[in-house]
């Protein structure tokens, strides 16, 4: 079994920018995939970004250029920099890990508003 821990959500302004962090922990010895999704209010939930275990990126358009996922392998941990905020970036943020099979966090608000 593994379990996801998300943090670093929140309410910021637009142009503002956010660091979003999950931490895989139990089972977990190496990973096909890590990244996040997310779900806007009224919406369907849609991939923004991915890692492999290689270490290959993949971004949504509507984020490219503007957020960046990295990882601490030692650390079972990605990270998503979120940078250039706008108010369509407003979502609930869920972490997602592929090994065997697939993982969900709980997710994270991040609200952008002035």
């Known amino acids: 079994q593994v379990q996801l821990a998300e943090s670093g959500g929140g309410l910021v302004q637009p142009g503002g920018s956010l660091r979003l962090s999950c931490a895989a922990s139990?089972?977990?010895?190496?990973?096909?995939?890590m990244g996040w999704y997310r779900q806007p209010p009224g919406k369907e939930r849609e991939l923004v970004a991915r890692i492999t275990g290689g270490g290959i990126t993949s971004y949504a358009d509507s984020v490219q250029g503007r957020f960046t996922i990295s990882r601490a392998n030692a650390k079972n941990t990605v990270y998503l920099e979120t940078n250039s905020l706008k108010p369509e970036d407003t979502a609930v943020y869920y972490c997602f890990v592929i090994t065997t099979k697939f993982y969900w966090g709980q997710g994270t608000q991040v609200t952008v508003s002035s």
């Open positions: 139990g089972s977990i010895f190496s990973f096909n995939a």
